[in-house]
């Protein structure tokens, strides 16, 4: 009888296991697969990619990429999307995560292939530097302001949003004024 | 005869003095004039400072392996200029194998080297000639015909895209481009001449300099422009055109807009010597503005127009040479910005003062100017230049008009490629107009004399000793570390004087340039399927799991170097430990529902057997009662 008893009380808790999970992990293994879960504990960045001045010059678009599927009607390819931030992070790193998640394309020139040994941000959304006149490309801003530096040299902090932006006059358009003064 | 001496040095020094106080009158005093042998030493220092930039040896090559990977780049372009123009020996031949195959593999892509960015093929083009290579065979199509930067990248440029796609920077260097060997223009092709020079001049500003965009002149932008206008400064030709910036219709020559440019340059020099672009004093600036005054021949240590409190270019360009020999983009230290470091030396600073340096050098020497890549001048052409610009500056208001036409006659009887070297022409024009002398009529009157330029000998290649040696010390199993190695061989190897063992040592290097762009294909491959496959990670599951081991074992099977080229493979490993536990998971509740199951099975046997015991117990008893 007690015999019984026992083996039933094992079922029990069998069944509780099972109905509660049978996700079992350790440490390293939870961190590496919830490196990127946000809780209100974790460091996290902000990033969006817009195009909206193409919108603007819209006839100097090279005309093979004069379709939404390239500049979306409201000229987000990726609304503010918030990221884990892990030590280290440069303003690349999260640029290339959120490309990835988001199996959006980008290409890049490595930072030992220009002479700024930064990485160079050629194209995103198969748009790139002149497709939309002579002074097009992408520039970035964190927390509004345009750093003058490569963006893998730009180390993030907790709270930052980074807006890559496409512009199609060095800037100027989208208020980069370091880059305006002089020539405004 | 010690009299007429004793007069004769008299003379002599009476004339020197002359000279030098006439000197003093006429030139600003300068605080330093360099030397060749110093211009010789800010050289040197910058190519060691890169070679141990580069982790290459003093006595090793600058364009190492490493280097060379970067052929084709901005970073790995620049610096073979500025050793190709000071003859300086390095790797050229390792260069010129490597930038062939990635021309030719560029190639292959429908936007060829870039789809907007004229400059790539001017860049690479003006490489290759400073290697001693020949930009119009540069490596071959498929079906074998040769690629032509310069037809694809200046003249022919407009056929796919236009020139000045990217801004007034394609005109620029596209015209330098085409003038560094004075390449002739093919009937039927796309652009002419004039049309390059007219969109960069249409482009000039008010105050006479030129900008990337806007209305305020840019050093840089303006001192290239001069760069590819200088082989024109002399020609009487006028061009007519409406100016971009305001729609007025000009009428100029390229000397008027030249000379405008200088005086703009002029006031923007700083009282350092230097120059500031973008709002920051910076050593690329003045390199550009340098480069500018030697391809006019201006003598650029002693010319007025650029001296500022005694500071010549050089003085303001030597600011930002560093203690290591490199030299420093900017001297503001600006505290968000990593890259502005006070004293650390960056590439893009010593690689522009390295062919700046080139440049003065040149000029020291009598030498072609930077960009023009043509064999030096004979000797008999450059006696026949400096007579007749020496003639020129003795020109008084007494000279007849009788000799200025003589003067005139010497100068269009050289070949018109070689009249930009009489860098004093300028001063006969102008005497020749007072006089209402018809130049042009002079000119088309005179016959050109060529001149006999001297004969390259041919150089025979041997595939020696240490070339075989480094074939049969290639390691096995290669890496794409090899890549470079075994190009350059292979291209020694189709240059050399046959020898026996020729064919063998080709299928051996064949088949390790084959192996190894295999491995780079694996390399591209994988690093496309972790992007197509693994991402959103949210979405991953079970059925992953064939792609991500899939892709765990390739990696596996590549080398240490090789793996270091697969991105972000921590991806990779977060996906592979995240399917892996699903997996565990489902092993983990099937092996729990079976203990379940034969738990239960168990227990219901257990019970069943007890019943069937207790009710044997029961018949047992009631056939005791019966019994009694």
Known sequence: MKKDFLAIGLIVLIIAVLINGTHIQSVDEYYLTHIDDI?????????????????????????????????????????????????????????????????????????????FGSIYIKGINHLYEFSCGPLSGWTYKVNGVFPNYGCSKYTLKDGDVIEWVYTCDLGRDVGNRWMGEKAS | MKKTKQILCGLISIILLFTIIMQAVCAQPVKHLYSEQEILKVAEDIINWKKSDNKSSVNGYLLNDAFLELAGTTAGDWFPIGLGRFAYQDD????????????????????????????????????????????????????????????????????????????????????????????????????????????IIKRQLSDGGFALSGKVSDPDVTAMAIQALSPYYNAEKSYTYNQKSDNKQMQKSVRNIIDEALVCLSKMQLADGDFASWGTQNAESTAQVIVAICSLGIDVQQDNRFIKNGNT?????????????????????????????????????????????????????????????????????????????????????????????KLLKDYYSLSESERNYVFNYVKLSDVAKGLEINILQLANKTAVIPDKGEEDGYLPVYFILSDRIAVSSLPKPLTTKQYVEVVKLLTKLEQSENFDEKETYRQILLNAKNDILAIQNEIDSINAQVKNKLYPFDKISLKDKAVVDDIVNRYKKLSEYDGQKIERYEDVLKTKTKVDNYLRAVIITVVLILVVSILLILVALHIRKRRTKKRHEMEQLEKLYEDE
Not at chain 2, 316 to 335: E, V
Request: with cysteine; hydrophobic share 35%; aromatic share 8%.
């Open chain 2, 313 to 405: 270019l050089l003085d303001g360009i030597m600011k930002y040479r560093m203690k290591d020999g490199g030299f420093i983009h900017s001297l503001a230290y600006q505290a968000d910005n990593p890259t502005s470091l006070p004293n650390k030396s960056n590439s893009m600073a010593s690689e522009q003062v390295l062919y700046t340096m080139a440049a003065v050098w040149r000029q020291q020497n009598g030498m072609r100017i930077l960009y023009d890549f043509r064999a030096e001048q004979s000797t008999a052409l450059r006696k026949r230049i400096s007579n007749l610009k020496s003639k020129i500056s003795s020109i008084t208001n007494k000279t007849s008009k009788s000799d200025i036409e």
């Open chain 1, 39 to 115: 809780t209100t504990e974790t460091d996290t960045v902000f990033v969006s990619i817009r195009c909206d001045t193409i919108l603007e010059n819209y006839e100097d678009l090279s005309s093979e990429l004069q379709s939404k599927e390239f500049v979306p009607t409201d000229g987000v390819i990726l609304a503010k999307t918030e990221y884990v931030l892990r030590p280290g992070d440069t303003v690349f790193d999260i640029l290339d995560r959120s490309v990835r998640y988001n199996k959006i394309h980008m290409e890049y020139q490595g930072a030992n292939a220009n002479s």
């Open chain 2, 92 to 199: 050229e031949e390792g260069y010129l194998a490597v930038i062939k195959e990635a021309v030719q593999k560029r190639y292959g892509q429908a936007e060829k080297l870039s789809a907007a960015k004229a400059t790539e093929w001017h860049r690479i083009s003006l490489s290759v000639l400073a290697m001693g290579g020949d930009p119009t065979h540069c490596g071959t199509y498929k079906d074998g015909n040769s690629i032509n930067l310069i037809a694809d990248g200046t003249y022919n440029r407009g056929k796919t895209a236009p020139l000045g796609k990217q801004g007034i920077n394609g005109w620029i260097w596209g015209l330098i481009a085409l003038d560094s060997m004075r390449y002739e223009i093919p009937k039927g092709s796309f652009y002419s001449r004039d049309d390059i020079i007219t969109e």
